[in-house]
């Protein structure tokens, strides 16, 4: 696995979202801080995750991570970015078919349910996965970016 430039958010420092950043550094990423990670910045849910996601999408980031309680406010939230892909993953098997079938670009995190030892297993599988040279999946990965246009 190649260290990568990661932009993480989380709207909390609860459970995991007080580890997220450093972990991510301990795997040798570059990373970006946004939300309650970044005291400069607001941390609700949805503008924390819209920044790392915008990161993403406008190449000052090549992955993100995104946080909040559920994880689903914050995968909503990365997703209404043009150009991410943010996948809720709750466990190492998700994270890997994410990365591989559906080249998602950012990995939503629930604080409540990641405990440390599960955040490694995740991020261990998300980074180890390689995107699929399947056509009919990349047919699906490229026919995302068509949906909800026109
Ligand atoms: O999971 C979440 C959003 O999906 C939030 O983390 C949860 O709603 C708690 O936020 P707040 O402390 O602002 O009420």
């Known amino acids: 696995m190649c260290p990568v430039k ?3 958010s989380a709207d909390m420092l609860d459970g995991i979202g007080a580890d997220i950043a450093e972990e991510l550094r301990k795997r040798g990423h570059e990373v970006l801080t946004h939300g309650a990670l970044n005291p400069d910045e607001s941390s609700d849910w949805a503008r924390a995750s819209e920044a790392a996601a915008s990161d993403v999408a406008e190449g000052r ?3 993100g991570v995104v946080c909040c309680w559920t994880g689903t406010g914050a995968s909503i939230a990365a997703n209404k970015v043009p150009g991410v892909r943010a996948a809720l993953c709750t466990d190492p098997y998700t994270a890997q078919g994410a990365r591989r079938w559906n080249d998602a670009n950012v ?3 629930s604080l409540r349910l990641t405990s440390l030892p599960l955040l490694d297993e995740i991020l261990d599988a998300w980074f180890a996965a390689d995107v ?3 056509e009919d999946d ?3 990965i490229d026919h995302l970016a068509e949906i909800g246009r026109g």
């Open 6 to 8: 990661i932009s993480v």
């Open 61 to 63: 980031a090549d992955q």
């Open 107 to 109: 990995l939503a995190l």
């Open 132 to 134: 699929t040279e399947d």
């Open 138 to 140: 990349l047919a699906s």
